[in-house]
């Protein structure tokens, strides 16, 4: 009897065919990965890619995050320490306008309040990793400059009022800064002008204008704890949107694993059949090539 050679031809194909899928499903069974490269299914390559992207970028805004709420943290504590030194001079001044100390008294008061605008000052001219917390965008140049040889005394502003933002992967915007203009010598709160001309209130020995100078310092200090506000507010909602990125990362993860992972147990179950379909198709072959397979018919 002669062998039809399509039959043949299918048999080989057959084998081909399943020697492939042997191949592909040890791979699977070895890297415990379905998908490996786009030929393998471009659709879940597809989504993986997209995945991949999207833990990227949540992933990058959270270290961003990380290192914007370090800053944002340290500003708002030299704002904290703003807050009780202007406290100070406000007692100090309020002791000043009393109308019951002495030339001398005033004199130490002014003094005592110079001081405590030094430290503001300073404060002011906070830096962290190098950079200057209260210059807006000009963060390699520090905040703020006396000049005492005038009375009173002036302070000049060599930063800009630029407000830095971080989007959120939602999409928000959050502040991230106070520029030192805003925070300290505001027309709405001047808080280093007021305090100069405390200094020169009571260094003339009479404390002339103090009443009104300390009536600003009050109104400085209520505008600069509402831009402490601002400020914490922003340190909250960064920390809200870097934990929201986070869960998604982890989500997402999760989510490109069991789209790339093989189900271990199925693979093994279609290896499994697939070598017995190979081991049958190599019998059937070589039975053909014998002739023995027609011998039997």
């Known amino acids: ?15 081909n065919s399943s020697t492939l899928a042997e191949q592909k499903l040890t791979s699977e069974l070895s890297s415990g990965l379905a998908v490996s490269s786009l030929s393998d299914n471009p659709v879940a390559a597809g989504q993986a890619s997209m995945l991949t992207s999207t833990i990227s970028q949540d992933d990058t805004f959270v270290q961003t995050a990380a290192t914007a709420a370090s800053l944002m943290q340290v500003a708002d504590s030299a ?30 008061i002014s003094n005592q309040i110079a001081g405590i605008r030094d430290e503001v000052i300073s404060l002011a001219n906070t830096s962290y990793q190098g950079q200057y917390l209260f210059s ?17 005394a002036t302070v000049t502003y060599n930063g800009d009022s630029n407000v830095s933002v971080l989007q959120t992967p939602s999409g928000q915007s959050i502040q991230l800064n106070l520029p030192g203009n805003q925070v300290f010598s505001s027309p709405s709160g001047d808080v280093l002008g007021a305090l100069n001309n405390l200094v020169a209130d009571f260094a003339s020995g009479n404390g002339n204008g103090a009443p009104t100078d300390l009536a600003n310092l009050n109104t400085a200090l209520n505008f600069l ?20 990125a986070t869960a998604e990362s982890t989500q997402l993860l999760n989510v ?7 189900d271990i147990p199925a693979v093994s179950t279609q290896l ?26």
Do not use: C, W
């Open 225 to 244: 704890d509402q831009q402490r506000v601002t400020l914490d507010n922003s340190i909250s909602r960064l920390t809200d949107a870097s934990s929201a």
């Open 272 to 297: 499994s059949l697939t070598e017995s379909q190979q081991t049958a198709l190599i019998n059937v072959i070589a039975a053909l090539g014998s002739g023995s397979l027609f011998d039997k018919l």
């Open 256 to 262: 490109q694993t069991n789209l790339m992972q093989a």
């Open 1 to 15: 009897m002669r062998v039809d050679p399509h039959y043949v031809s299918g048999l080989v194909a057959s084998l």
């Open 136 to 152: 807006g965008s000009q963060t390699g140049s520090i905040p703020f400059s006396l000049n005492s040889g005038t009375s009173p």
């Open 79 to 108: 704002l904290g320490s703003v807050v009780t030194q202007l406290n100070q001079a406000i007692s100090l001044a309020t002791q000043g306008t009393n109308g019951t100390l002495n030339s001398s008294d005033l004199k130490s």
